[in-house]
């Protein structure tokens, strides 16, 4: 009994696998129309290489990618029959086979659109935020992503919808990837060659202070990753810090390399030299607070210098302005009445 048993549900199985084989392998209904022998094939290949050039752009080539290959590979066959030489009707034929076959890409796309809709979001933003520069990941996810269009093309359409969800999470975190190489890519880049050159034994705080911010923009990104202004804002603070971590890991080892005197004379020559280029009076003989207090109070008073003039000039152009609307308001008028 158990055998029988054993035997039907093999037989049963067989049917079904058979079942779904033929209604894969079944090619729906194509209306191909005629076309007179009135038409130059020429030009009728240009048009339908246009338009095969238009749907590749509406992106029907992944979201009925069976009818737009076929359509493709019409349209080539055409252009060799064209070259060889054929007989018109055999160019003729192939031109209305490949219009059918793109017509039928168009309407099967149209059914994608609205049984996929979540899977076909989440690819745009992917695509738009630069995944398609991650590679294999990205070439993966594009795989499963035919998957659901071919099984549509089948009429497969509860499959596509029950598998959409596992495709558009998998968009979604290489859109999150790809946003993040572009906005804090390089200051990942910086601290990993830092921590190659051991840069933090030699700058720990300023390689702390760097990590710290790279973790807040990874951390915001993930959250709010269409933020893009303040997105963009904490990736050029982390960046700021990545490259300070660099400078000051290359200066702390110069540093180590100079004898005291030479340092305070290196740390005075760039205060000297600020001095002089305000015109600030010579203070080397004070100490480094007092040199630097007095950089800062040269820089101040060039600072009110400036916004001074600029509040002047500023007047004047109103001044200027006034005085042409009286002149265009008194032209026109007699002299009596002026």
């Known amino acids: 009994m158990q055998r029988i048993k054993k035997r039907l549900i093999f037989i049963w199985l067989l049917f079904a696998v058979l079942a779904l084989g033929l209604g894969g392998c079944a090619t729906p209904s194509l209306q191909v129309e005629s076309i007179s022998k009135s038409e130059n094939p020429q030009e009728l290949i240009n048009k339908l290489e246009g338009d095969i050039a238009i749907a590749r752009k509406n ?3 992944v979201l009925a990618p069976t009818w737009f290959n076929s359509a ?8 060799a029959y064209l070259d060889d030489g054929d007989e018109l009707s055999k160019i003729l034929d192939g031109v209305a086979l490949g219009r059918a076959q793109l017509l039928k890409a168009t309407d099967i796309a149209k059914v994608t659109k609205l049984t996929i809709p979540e899977a076909i979001k989440a690819r745009d933003l992917a695509r738009s935020a630069g995944a398609t520069s991650l590679g294999r990941d990205y070439s993966n996810t594009e795989d499963r992503f035919l998957e659901l269009t071919r099984a549509i093309e089948r009429e497969n359409l509860g499959y596509a919808q029950k598998s959409q969800r596992r495709v558009t999470d998998s968009y979604r975190q290489l859109e999150l990837r790809a946003i993040k190489v572009q906005t804090i890519g390089e200051v990942r880049r910086l601290i990993e060659a830092a921590e190659a050159k051991k840069l933090p034994k030699i700058a720990p705080n300023s390689y702390a202070a760097a990590k710290k911010k790279l973790a807040e923009a990874d951390a915001f990104i ?8 303040k997105m963009h804002l904490l990736a050029k603070e982390a960046l700021f810090m990545a490259r300070r971590l660099h400078v000051v890991a290359d200066r702390s080892l110069q540093l180590e390399e100079m004898a005291p005197e030479q340092i305070t004379l290196w740390v005075e020559s760039m205060m000297h030299a600020a001095a002089q280029k305000l015109g600030a009076p010579d203070m080397r003989d004070h100490s480094f607070d007092q ?4 950089i800062l109070a040269s820089v101040a008073a060039q600072q009110s210098d400036h916004d001074f003039m600029v509040e002047k000039v500023k007047t004047q152009q109103n001044d200027i302005s006034y005085q042409q609307k009286q002149i265009a308001a008194l032209e026109g008028k007699t002299r009596q009445e002026q």
Not at 222 to 229: D, G, S
């Open 59 to 61: 992106q029907i080539n």
């Open 72 to 79: 493709e590979s019409s349209l080539n066959s055409v252009k």
């Open 222 to 229: 993930t959250e709010n990753p269409y933020a893009k202004e």
């Open 291 to 294: 040199q630097l207090e007095n």
